[in-house]
């Protein structure tokens, strides 16, 4: 009996010091493990095409220059006897389309009134806007100057400008996308296309400032 008693003791010490083993083992693998961190949304790499622009000339008289990836849509307004002239240049590309209205001017009052209609316009997304840069523009050589609005935030329009001779001519344009305003997806595609804005206005000529015609 006191054999069986000794061995039955040995046997439970064996045990006892195996689990302990095992649990340091476990132990000093759980230390060592990194946390898991979970990795951040990712978003698919785009391909942007270079840019390469064609000069186009709208039945309203401006002129300028358009992406070759871009098309020109003229929007017509059957009966209105208004004196502006609506067309979209469209980016497929993209997903995208700069809406536009050019305009006469019809003296000093109706430039403000215009100039007023565009920062409205813009500040109408302040609410959703986590920022808006306002950058000034001058081309004296073709009689262009005006203002452009870089919105950031989950807005529905991020880019807007107006462009005018402050006594003929004022153009207004604002850039959409055809889906939900994500800043962080969108904003490669953004900086794309804010840039072939810029060179529309850089290359923008009036009926009698257009070298072209």
Known sequence: MKV?????????????????????????????????????????????????????????????????????????QPGSSSDACWFNCALPRFSAKIHCTYMTLLGADHLMEL?????????????????????????????????????????????QFFATDSTDHFLRGSLYFDHSPNPDSLQPSLDHVEQDIVHLIETLAWPETDSSR
């Open 4 to 76: 069986r008693r000794r061995g039955e003791k040995f046997r439970f010490r064996a045990q006892v010091r195996a689990a302990l083993i095992a649990g340091c083992a476990i132990g000093c693998l759980l230390g060592c493990s990194e946390p898991v961190v979970p990795k951040p949304q990712g978003y698919p790499r785009l391909e942007y095409p270079a840019f390469e622009y064609a000069r186009y000339t709208h039945p309203c008289g401006i002129a300028f220059d358009v992406p070759v990836y871009g098309k020109i849509e003229r929007i017509e």
């Open 115 to 159: 100039a007023n209609d565009a920062h409205l316009m813009v500040f109408s997304h302040e609410l959703k806007a986590s920022g808006i840069e306002t950058r000034a523009f001058d081309f004296p050589d073709h009689s262009v100057s005006g203002l452009l609005f870089r919105l950031s935030g989950p807005v529905a329009s991020p880019v």
